[in-house]
């Protein structure tokens, strides 16, 4: 190509003209400035899309959530993209959502069966939801 201030032939990727010394800007060289940014930002891996939608799932519908961050995190192993740090945050958080619904579960459990168990008398309430409980 041709410096755009002195005008003499210099080389395609030269950034400074060896011949005058002046700074070529991008709009003297169009076609190579969009090449050098994609080669910028190529090395960096793109984050894993289970990853993201499992981390946001795993605070709406848990075990959606939990299913998604684990295969996620499988494809980040397999394949080196992004986003492990999200898969796991996904998992932890499902779990822990998991953990509170459990315990949610249990407790209303436990709550309608003494109830029940009040209500119907005591030992045949008992012996009906023992099945359950356990
Ligand atoms: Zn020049």
């Not at 930002?41 to 684990?70: M, R």
């Not at 796991?88 to 459990?109: E, R």
């Amino acid at each position: 190509m041709f410096c755009k201030f002195c005008g003499q032939e210099i080389d395609e990727h030269a950034v400074i003209c060896p011949k005058c010394g002046r700074v070529l800007n991008s709009s003297g060289i169009p076609q190579q400035q969009p090449q050098y940014q994609y080669q910028y930002a190529a090395p960096s891996p793109k984050t894993n899309t289970l990853a993201i939608v499992g981390f946001i799932l795993s605070f709406i519908v848990p075990i959606v959530g939990l299913i998604l961050s684990i295969i996620g995190k499988k494809q980040i192993k397999a394949t080196g993209e992004g986003g492990n740090g999200l898969a796991t945050a996904g998992i932890v958080i499902s779990s822990i959502d998991l953990g509170f619904s459990l315990l949610g579960a249990i407790i209303y459990l436990a709550v309608y069966g003494s109830m029940a168990a009040a209500m119907c008398g005591a030992a045949g309430g008992v012996s009906a939801f023992l099945p359950i409980l356990l």
